[in-house]
């Protein structure tokens, strides 16, 4: 099968993710996977939802949200309410980046990533675990080198990506034309280890076996093992895993 973009079926995107994007964020980046553009960012505040008062627990959440112009057609503000799939989304980067912290090491905080698609050509949440992870290792290196907590409280690398099936052919990193008209789509969000956090499958046009299924998530480890050394180089090759 060709691809619209000419890639192989198990090639992912170019990426790049530029950290420091934000002056103003505690932890920041622009992620760029092909034409889609997020940028990330992380704030430490002190402050934890209720059910955690007074536990010396810490929290990471996150809010989602595209700009009106993301896409071709403009789409609205969500100004009073968020969307159903923008609150799917939120708590999904929030699962992924919270099962990689050890958050009774970070105290009565919570970390909160912001992820703003800039530009979207599919796999915008993925890029946002992406991105997020590195935002918030660069916030929470902050806080550690403050001395306002004792050691850097992330425990592994997060990454996240797309996966489908085209035209009857498994696919890699799906781009918004192959997103919009694939049979199935999955996303797939996995620990540095190995070990999933989330696999988000749908048979859109059709269902898939068994063995599709362990087909896409072969294509799923492979592409995230990728991502993780791109993760590393962005944040230096440092070995901050505990």
């Known amino acids: 099968m060709k691809r619209s973009d000419g890639r192989s079926f198990d090639q992912l995107r170019k990426i790049n993710i530029a950290r420091g994007f934000m002056k103003n964020a505690d932890g920041s980046c622009l992620i760029e996977m092909g034409d889609t553009k997020v940028v990330c960012t992380a704030t430490v505040d002190k402050f934890v939802p209720m059910f955690l008062k007074n536990t010396g627990i810490g ?3 996150a809010e989602y949200g595209m700009l009106p112009r ?4 403009r789409i609205p503000r969500e100004r009073d309410k968020s969307s159903g799939r923008t609150m799917e989304i939120q708590r999904l980067i929030g699962r992924s980046l919270r099962n990689v912290v050890n958050t009774g090491k970070l105290g009565e905080r919570s970390v909160i ?5 800039v530009q979207a050509d599919g796999g915008t949440r ?9 935002a918030m290792v660069e916030g929470l290196h902050k806080l550690a080198k403050n001395g306002q907590i004792g050691e850097l409280p992330v425990i592994d690398y997060v990454a996240a990506i797309s996966v489908g099936i085209v035209k009857g052919n498994p696919c890699l990193d799906l781009c918004f034309e192959e997103d919009s008209s694939a049979d199935v789509d999955m996303n797939v969000v996995m620990k ?3 070990e999933f956090i989330e696999v988000q499958g ?4 059709q269902s898939f076996s068994q063995d599709e299924l362990i087909l ?15 993760q590393k180089q962005a944040l230096g090759g440092e070995a901050f895993c505990r």
């Open 59 to 61: 929290w990471v959440t």
């Open 70 to 73: 993301s896409v071709q057609k």
């Open 113 to 117: 990533i912001d992820c703003d698609v």
């Open 126 to 134: 993925t890029a946002s675990i992406i991105g997020g992870f590195i």
């Open 192 to 194: 540095g280890s190995g």
């Open 202 to 205: 749908t048979g859109e046009k």
């Open 216 to 230: 896409m998530l072969g294509l799923a480890k492979k592409g995230i093992s990728e991502i993780l050394e791109v």
